[in-house]
């Protein structure tokens, strides 16, 4: 396989969702806890998100400043750091997110290198940016990100063998209709808002073609405190090949 070995993992409430107001219940923060334990069994490299979950949880929706170039970098990977401890991989097809350094510290996980997946939708002047911050970057894609391609440049590049996928709903989905997860991991808590304007763990964007169905095989159950659940499933038809979607 050329690729990284790749996992779903999520938090979700009892309902599939991952965000709202069920997330400040004393059973999510259990279910936090949880999330680190089991995220910290998988010994991953790296961890990768969308735009949004990025903006929301790191950056603060912080405008990157863009400066006019003379001479822009060749639209080339760039590799800023090859083995970092940890990474973290942002899905930014036009290159928006506003990244002021170029390594993350999340909970008790190592500092992680960042690394944006860029299309060819991104500006020479983003480009720019991130070179001037030493953040790393790759190309998968014209206009939609191509999950296959960046999977394997992720593990060619900076030797990522396992990949955490966590989020949100589009991104999740993207790497599951491309077949390319292997592990669907929830941490599920006992608790719901009722909520009908937050994400749920898979989501298609609108402007994608309709697709059969993903099936799962359930692998382990196992119950922690404030009856959270750890699920894991495997994939049943992850050999579906679907055409590239991210945006």
Same mark, same amino acid.
């Given at each position: 396989?050329?690729?990284?070995?790749?996992?779903?993992?999520?938090?979700? &409430?009892? /309902?599939?969702?991952?965000?709202?107001?069920?997330?400040?219940?004393?059973?999510?923060? =259990?279910?936090?806890?949880?999330?680190? =334990? =089991?995220?910290?069994?998988?010994?991953?490299?790296?961890?990768?998100?969308?735009?949004?979950?990025?903006?929301?949880?790191?950056?603060?929706?912080?405008?990157?400043?863009?400066?006019?170039?003379?001479?822009?970098?060749? !639209?080339?990977?760039?590799?800023?750091?090859?083995?970092?401890?940890?990474?973290?991989? &942002?899905?930014?097809?036009? @290159?928006?997110?506003?990244?002021?350094? /170029?390594?993350?510290?999340?909970?008790?996980?190592?500092?992680?290198?960042?690394?944006?997946?860029?299309?060819?939708? +991104?500006?020479?002047?983003?480009?720019?940016?991130?070179?001037?911050?030493?953040?790393?970057?790759?190309?998968?894609?014209?206009?939609?990100?191509?999950?296959?391609? +960046? &999977?394997?440049?992720?593990?060619?590049?900076?030797?990522?063998? =396992?990949?955490?996928?966590?989020? @949100? @709903?589009?991104?999740?989905?993207?790497?599951?209709?491309?077949?390319?997860?292997?592990?669907?991991?929830?941490?599920?808590?006992?608790?719901?808002?009722? !909520?009908?304007?937050? /994400?749920?763990?898979?989501?298609?964007?609108?402007?994608?073609?309709?697709?059969?169905?993903? @099936?799962?095989?359930?692998?382990?159950?196992?119950?922690?405190?404030?009856?959270?659940?750890?699920?894991?499933?495997?994939?049943?038809?992850?050999?579906?090949?679907? &055409?590239?979607?991210?945006?």
């Amino acid at each position: 396989m050329n690729r990284p070995k790749i996992i779903c993992h999520m938090l979700t &409430s009892i /309902n599939g969702k991952i965000s709202g107001d069920y997330m400040s219940s004393k059973y999510a923060i =259990t279910g936090s806890e949880v999330y680190e =334990t =089991t995220n910290d069994s998988y010994h991953s490299q790296a961890w990768l998100c969308g735009r949004v979950t990025m903006e929301q949880n790191f950056t603060d929706f912080h405008k990157p400043e863009l400066k006019e170039i003379e001479t822009p970098y060749p !639209r080339t990977d760039y590799v800023a750091q090859a083995k970092a401890e940890m990474y973290i991989v &942002s899905a930014d097809p036009s @290159g928006k997110v506003g990244w002021t350094e /170029n390594t993350v510290k999340y909970e008790n996980r190592p500092e992680a290198h960042i690394i944006e997946i860029l299309t060819d939708k +991104a500006s020479d002047e983003y480009v720019t940016y991130l070179r001037e911050r030493q953040i790393s970057y790759i190309f998968a894609g014209k206009e939609l990100i191509d999950c296959t391609l +960046a &999977s394997e440049k992720l593990l060619a590049l900076f030797g990522i063998e =396992t990949l955490m996928v966590s989020g @949100g @709903g589009y991104i999740n989905w993207s790497f599951l209709q491309e077949g390319l997860v292997d592990e669907v991991s929830i941490i599920m808590t006992p608790a719901t808002d009722g !909520r009908t304007d937050t /994400n749920t763990i898979f989501e298609k964007a609108n402007h994608l073609p309709e697709i059969v169905s993903v @099936g799962f095989k359930l692998k382990s159950v196992d119950i922690f405190e404030e009856d959270t659940l750890w699920l894991r499933y495997n994939v049943v038809n992850k050999d579906i090949k679907r &055409s590239q979607t991210y945006e």
